[in-house]
């Protein structure tokens, strides 16, 4: 059974950064697709960033130039490196595991970034 652990959110100001990070576990990380998607309250869940098994990235238009997505298979870790954040940055952010395989998703427990103006 796949788990994901989400670690590294908090309340930065504006301008600001923070590292999300994401421990997997439970099958072969380096087969998954992995993504970070965020939801602020009262919208929809929303895809922020995702890389392949083979490093290719995508990130939303919103926070291209600013977010930058990693993933480390040895350590069965995918990271967000967010800067020049702004208040509507805020939100909880989800890990999220994608099989090709099986087609099945997988979700961490979420974290929440909070961005101050």
């Known amino acids: 059974q796949v788990q994901l652990v989400e670690s590294g959110g908090g309340l930065v100001q504006a301008g600001g950064s923070l590292r999300l990070s994401c421990t997997h576990s439970?099958?072969?990380?380096?087969?998954?697709?992995m993504g970070w998607y965020r939801q602020a309250p009262g919208k929809q869940r929303e895809l922020v960033a995702r890389?392949?098994?083979?490093?290719?990235?995508n990130y939303a238009d919103s926070v291209k130039g600013r977010f930058t997505i990693s993933r480390d298979n040895a350590k069965n870790t995918v990271s967000l490196q967010m800067n020049s954040l702004k208040p509507e940055d805020t939100a909880v952010y989800y890990c999220n595991a994608h099989s090709l395989l099986t087609n099945n998703d997988y979700w961490g427990q979420g974290t929440q970034v909070t961005v101050s103006s």
């Open positions: 439970g099958s072969i990380f380096s087969i998954y697709t």
């Open positions: 890389i392949t098994s083979v490093g290719g990235t």
